[in-house]
């Protein structure tokens, strides 16, 4: 019976007040209540909470494993960072501040994505692209997570970041530069190893040459278990032999059908 009552007082807050407890909104899992934030999520209450409250919902989201408020209340996070007052100063905090296992939720057999994370992914990834300066610190959150999810989930938030970064505005050199320094690691490889090719394959010329000069940078080892046939076949002869010229195939966990593709190119004189 209290909803309506809410509802009706926070609408009129919100619209003269610059002082919104969003926390006091997303508390309460109600549809009238979440329709409340989608509605202001453009206006004053996406502007309106600190950083020190942000962080708050961040910790709330930590310990939502039931998925309960969560939607909304990453809805509103998506705003709050796009919202124009937003500083570099703030990210920093909200960066240091963001639950490594937040996306995540402990199962029986492994790590499994909560629902509704790769929604929130998609959002932070859509702020990073609106906000380049917030890329770096955003992909950070994103990939602090430092435990093994199960490769399914793993793989579905590789595949995420990768296809959303490449919409819009094509990435720049250091921007590639900075995603693959955050996904080139455990637990993601096997994900990076599952997306490399749409990932090349969302890039400019420019930034196909970038990624495979950061490809071949890497230890022999590490770029055997990124490196996919799909994603060698995407590559011009040039580009595939910068790869293959840091001894792919001398790679302990390299695939032997990655293998068998360098060696059959290599007879062919496609390399």
């Given at each position: 019976d209290v909803i309506p009552e809410l509802v009706s007082h926070c609408s009129s807050v919100a619209k003269s007040a610059s002082d919104i407890k969003l926390l006091l909104v997303l508390k309460v899992a109600h549809p009238a209540v979440m329709k409340l934030v989608k509605d202001l999520r453009n206006g004053p209450l996406a502007g309106a909470i600190t950083v020190e409250q942000a962080t708050q919902i961040l910790r709330d989201?930590?310990?939502?494993?039931?998925?309960?408020?969560f939607s909304a209340q990453a809805m509103a996070l998506g705003q709050w960072l796009l919202h124009s007052d937003r500083t570099i100063e703030e990210l920093?905090?909200?960066s240091d501040s963001f639950p490594a296992y937040?996306?995540?939720?402990a199962t029986s057999s492994s790590y499994e994505l909560k629902n509704d994370a790769l929604h929130f992914v998609s959002s932070l990834v859509h702020v990073a692209k609106q906000r380049p300066p917030f890329l770096t610190l955003l992909l950070k959150c994103i990939f602090k997570f430092d435990y093994s999810g199960s490769d399914i989930a793993v793989k579905s938030?590789?595949?995420?970041?990768?296809?959303?970064?490449?919409?819009?505005?094509?990435?720049k050199a250091e921007e590639i530069k900075v995603l693959m320094c955050h996904a080139v690691r455990n637990p993601y490889i096997v994900g990076v190893h599952a997306h490399l090719a749409s990932l090349s394959d969302g890039c400019t010329q420019e930034g196909k040459e970038t990624l495979t000069v950061w490809l071949g940078s890497c230890d022999a080892d590490t770029l055997s278990r990124v490196v996919s046939i799909e994603f060698l076949?995407?590559?011009?002869?040039?580009?595939?032999a910068?790869?293959?010229a840091q001894a792919l195939t001398r790679g302990r966990n390299c695939d032997p059908k990655v293998v068998a593709f360098i060696k059959e190119a290599v007879a062919n004189g496609d390399i």
């Open positions: 989201m930590k310990y939502d494993n039931a998925c309960v408020c920093a905090i909200f937040i996306l995540w939720k938030l590789v595949g995420t970041v990768f296809k959303d970064v490449t919409k819009g505005t094509p990435l076949q995407s590559l011009g002869a040039t580009n595939r910068t790869i293959v």
